[in-house]
Nanobody, 124 residues
């Protein structure tokens, strides 16, 4: 059974930076792509970023491109999401997810295991 546990969320000010982490339990972490999604109140869950199994390929949503960096450490079974220049619209619950394949996709059907999420709130 795979478990994903996110951390690093919290209350930050507009323009600040934040680093999220997601630790995966279970074997074969390095065989799968990993992704970050988010869901704001009253909105559908949306793709944020994804990283391939090797870490060599990444993909970002247009709304975070240039402000976000996803990375992974397969030795630690951990995926990271660095976000800079945070905006009010970045306020959401951020979810880590494990891909069904080694390659990256931007749709949630391509992910089969999900964490419980970590809240990020951007304030003035």
């Amino acid at each position: 059974q795979v478990q994903l546990v996110e951390s690093g969320g919290g209350l930050v000010q507009y323009g600040d930076s934040l680093s999220l982490s997601c630790v995966a339990s279970g074997r074969d972490f390095s065989d799968y792509a990993m992704g970050w999604f988010r869901q704001a109140p009253g909105k559908q869950r949306e793709f944020v970023a994804a990283v391939s199994w090797t870490g060599e390929s990444t993909k970002y949503a247009d709304v975070v491109k240039g402000r976000a960096t996803i990375s992974r450490d397969n030795a630690k079974n951990t995926v990271y999401q660095q976000m800079n220049s945070l905006k009010y619209e970045d306020t959401a619950v951020y979810y880590c997810a494990r891909g069904r394949t080694p390659e990256i996709f931007a749709t949630d059907w391509a992910y089969d295991y999900w964490g419980r999420g970590t809240q990020v709130t951007v304030s003035a």
